[in-house]
């Protein structure tokens, strides 16, 4: 569900109840690292040619940023009175998107869009879009150039769409603090893989939290996030006497963690990628 900025009638408050989704990402995203080995960041570090600390708020930020195609007519579509409550707060649509079961992705629309919004900021062009085809891939597939193709205007919105989309953008790298975008030219290969696989599980542990109100501090909310992922990682990778704060990956290398496939399957496949394209570095 999506609301205007300027629709100060709602429960919460100014802001769109998708930016909470965001910044839970964007905070699963750091508690995971923060139980990594320091390996693993200076991993991603080198990845985008940054200082340890630049890097992991950048690396949040734009896990966080894999919905944004969710403010986008294509996605908002889908359940009627989420419709009926955009409209009312003025994200309209003139020509009807394509409708389900043939509509298009909302991770289709995120990669698409974000790459602009990161050359906006900064980003060497062909990097902008690796990192956002990464991103884009958190449920497990890789979108083609015939897809790309198809996030025509009636699919994403333009307008008041691409102002929404900017918003949520600045917001969540306000909240980070990411500072310069990086220089790198290129983010592929094994790069790439340890960005959709975080993406894809810190997606999926963020989309497991309890629903908390917004508000309008972000910064307060996103603290309030990071900790509640703690605890959503603790219950599922229990720790014990003796085990550092590395537990998710170590039991994960140690012993595979068998799930059914689905919503965490994926996720943690993704993840295991992730981890095998880190130890062969």
Same mark, same amino acid.
């Given at each position: 569900?999506?609301?205007?900025?300027?629709?100060?009638?709602?429960?919460?408050?100014?802001?769109?109840?998708?930016?909470?989704?965001?910044?839970?990402?964007? $905070?699963?995203?750091?508690?995971?690292?923060?139980?990594?080995?320091?390996?693993?960041?200076?991993?991603?570090?080198?990845?985008?040619?940054?200082?340890?600390?630049?890097?992991?708020?950048?690396?949040?930020?734009?896990?966080?940023?894999?919905?944004?195609?969710?403010?986008?007519?294509?996605?908002?579509?889908?359940?009627?009175?989420?419709?009926?409550?955009?409209?009312? $707060?003025?994200?309209?649509?003139?020509?009807?998107?394509?409708?389900?079961?043939?509509?298009?992705?909302?991770?289709?629309?995120?990669?698409?869009?974000?790459?602009?919004?990161?050359?906006?900021?900064?980003?060497?062009?062909?990097?902008?879009?690796?990192?956002?085809?990464?991103?884009?891939?958190?449920?497990?597939?890789?979108?083609?150039?015939?897809?790309?193709?198809?996030?025509?205007?009636?699919?994403?919105?333009?307008?008041?769409?691409?102002?929404?989309?900017?918003?949520?953008?600045?917001?969540?790298?306000?909240?980070?603090?990411?500072?310069?975008?990086?220089?790198?030219?290129?983010?592929?290969?094994?790069?790439?893989?340890?960005?959709?696989?975080?993406?894809?599980?810190?997606?999926?542990?963020?989309?497991?939290?309890?629903?908390?109100?917004?508000?309008?501090?972000?910064?307060?909310?996103?603290?309030?996030?990071?900790?509640?992922?703690?605890?959503?990682?603790?219950?599922?990778?229990?720790?014990?006497?003796?085990?550092?704060?590395?537990?998710?990956?170590?039991?994960?290398?140690?012993?595979?963690?068998?799930?059914?496939?689905?919503?965490?399957?994926?996720?943690?496949?993704?993840?295991?990628?992730?981890?095998?394209?880190?130890?062969?570095?």
């Amino acid at each position: 569900m999506l609301w205007a900025k300027s629709d100060r009638g709602n429960a919460e408050g100014s802001w769109h109840p998708l930016m909470g989704h965001l910044l839970d990402v964007a $905070a699963c995203t750091e508690v995971i690292l923060e139980r990594e080995p320091p390996k693993t960041l200076e991993l991603y570090a080198r990845d985008l040619g940054l200082e340890p600390a630049q890097t992991k708020a950048w690396v949040c930020a734009l896990a966080g940023l894999h919905d944004l195609g969710k403010a986008s007519p294509a996605f908002q579509q889908k359940w009627p009175e989420g419709k009926k409550r955009v409209w009312e $707060a003025g994200l309209t649509w003139a020509v009807d998107p394509t409708p389900p079961p043939n509509d298009i992705s909302h991770s289709v629309i995120t990669e698409e869009v974000l790459s602009a919004l990161l050359e906006g900021r900064g980003w060497h062009s062909r990097a902008a879009q690796n990192v956002a085809a990464a991103v884009g891939q958190h449920h497990g597939y890789r979108a083609t150039r015939q897809d790309l193709d198809a996030v025509v205007s009636k699919e994403k919105g333009k307008g008041v769409w691409d102002r929404v989309r900017c918003e949520l953008f600045e917001a969540v790298l306000e909240v980070l603090k990411v500072g310069e975008a990086p220089k790198v030219s290129i983010y592929g290969g094994a790069a790439f893989e340890r960005l959709a696989g975080l993406t894809s599980f810190a997606d999926w542990i963020g989309s497991s939290l309890d629903f908390q109100p917004l508000g309008d501090d972000l910064k307060a909310y996103y603290q309030r996030a990071k900790e509640m992922a703690a605890d959503k990682l603790n219950s599922v990778f229990p720790t014990h006497a003796g085990m550092n704060r590395s537990a998710p990956v170590e039991r994960a290398r140690a012993k595979p963690v068998l799930q059914p496939a689905g919503c965490f399957g994926i996720p943690l496949g993704l993840w295991m990628n992730a981890l095998r394209a880190c130890a062969r570095m």
